[in-house]
């Protein structure tokens, strides 16, 4: 039985999906299964993961939804599959360095008082490489009310801490937040995490990114916000701060743009 578990949903990621797969199969550490659910992909997607599948027999354990159900479900699919004591996410448009996994594995057998260990992580994009996205060591549930976190590709979490929580919530409110819906819960457990400060992770963040965070799916933000404050006992005078995303849905793309550009910058310094 494999050690670590990874999980990955698919949807129409032909383009990069080998690129993120292979960053995988370059992992110093070998101790583990790839678990992949695919989306119901309109392209060659799943085509591409059966040829992976029969060239590593065993490594491998393909699925696929019988209608496009979105990540939630996916994910969820994946962990009913798993055979690992640790879950580590990925997603098929990134690439994970190659000392990833043995560092996430050394980290949780030595610190059996986390539930998860996170990394910091580089984003690129089509003009190369962006300034280093550095995640808080060790955040708590205070840190909810600024931010993700943990950087949700970036995580290896204990298969029993995925279990406390009730896994991913699928729900349409939580179709773009199943990730921040999860923190929620997983600090009203009292579980701890923490973040390596090395940028083990590459996330491609093109521009389109903050294009696919709708209006509807930014005020959907808005209801997961104030369903976990309420369940994280935060005072009300703190609850303005759930509605973030409804400013940066209205706030014009070029300035969302030029915003993440100039913290980039900054967290780079």
């Not at 949807?11 to 993120?20: A, F, P, V």
């Not at 060239?55 to 019988?66: A, R, T, W």
């Not at 879950?87 to 610190?111: C, K, P, T």
Request: net charge positive.
């Amino acid at each position: 039985m494999p050690k670590v578990s990874i999980i990955m949903a698919t949807y129409n990621c032909e383009s990069t999906l080998r690129g993120s797969i292979d960053s995988i199969l370059r992992q110093s550490y070998k101790d583990w299964e790839f678990v992949i659910c695919d989306d119901c992909s309109k392209d060659s997607t799943f085509s591409i993961l059966k040829e992976y599948e029969q060239k590593y027999p065993g490594k491998f354990v393909i699925l696929q939804n019988e209608k496009n159900l979105k990540l939630s479900f996916s994910l969820n699919h994946c962990l009913d599959n798993c055979k690992g004591d640790y879950i580590a996410r990925m997603d098929g448009d990134d690439i994970s360095v190659e000392n990833r996994l043995e560092r996430q594995v050394q980290f949780l057998d030595e610190h059996p008082e986390y539930a998860l260990v996170g990394t910091s992580m580089l984003p690129f994009n089509e003009k190369g490489d962006r300034p280093i996205r550095y995640a808080k060591p060790e955040p708590n549930k205070n840190d909810m009310l600024n931010r993700s976190p943990f950087f949700h590709a970036t995580i290896m979490m204990r298969k029993e801490a995925y279990n406390m929580i009730d896994r991913y919530l699928v729900s349409k409110r939580t179709t773009r937040a199943q990730d921040y819906d999860m923190w929620f819960r997983f600090f009203a457990r009292g579980l701890r995490g923490y973040n390596l400060q090395e940028p083990l992770y590459r996330v491609l963040e093109d521009d389109n990114a903050i294009r696919r965070r709708t209006f509807k799916t930014r005020c959907h933000e808005v209801q997961t916000r104030l369903i976990g404050y309420h369940l994280l006992n935060y005072p009300l005078y703190k609850y303005i701060y759930a509605f973030k995303p409804i400013l940066a849905a209205i706030t014009p793309i070029g300035v969302m743009q030029w915003f993440h550009e100039v913290a980039d910058k900054k967290s780079g310094l």
